[in-house]
């Protein structure tokens, strides 16, 4: 009985070890801006795409991002130790399966984007992607072109909430 104790015991230690030597990290805590940037502001992206209103739902998102995670408080654009800004570049949709009849089936809507944040007292910046890209799925329904379009928007909008969070996360962890 003592000798698994013992065996529990140094086997624990030796986790413990081998995580801490790995580099191993809970996620959320990191924050590798420089600590006199406190607060952000987010500015309403810029779209240049023909897609309607798609720019409220990245900013949005964006905001909502920074308000959970409260390392940073947002602020307005006068008064925010840093600035947010993105440029939705591109929004384009590919076919990816047909149906026997060679109608599409499943479509992949992209978006590119062109995000920075930079320091509000001397322009610096502190991170930036000029291609930032993701991608998802959406259903065809070939007689039915309204839920066609109803299904390409959420696809829009699970891409903005899952942009949001990466960039959120590549700000604070300096990717």
């Known amino acids: 009985m003592a000798k698994k104790i013992i065996v529990r015991t140094l086997l624990g230690i030796i986790f413990c070890i081998a995580i801490t030597s790995c580099g191993y990290h809970f996620a959320g805590g990191e924050n590798n801006l420089p600590p006199e940037v406190r607060s952000i502001a987010i500015l309403v992206f810029e779209n240049r795409t023909l897609e309607p209103r798609i720019e409220n739902d990245f900013t949005n998102d964006l905001i909502y991002e920074f308000t959970r995670d409260k390392r940073l408080a947002i602020a307005g654009k006068d008064s925010a130790d840093a600035i947010l800004t993105g440029i939705i570049e591109k929004l384009g949709t590919e076919t990816i399966a047909h149906t026997e009849e060679v109608v599409s089936a499943e479509r992949r809507v992209y978006v590119k984007l062109n995000v920075r944040l930079k320091r509000s007292d001397n322009g610096d910046v502190l991170w930036s992607d000029k291609s930032f890209t993701e991608k998802q799925e959406y259903a065809v329904d070939a007689s039915d072109k309204a839920k066609t379009e109803a ?13 949001a969070e990466k960039i959120h996360n590549r700000i604070f962890q300096g990717f």
Do not use: Q, V, W, Y
């Open 151 to 163: 299904n390409k928007r959420a696809a829009i909008k699970l891409i903005s909430e899952r942009t």
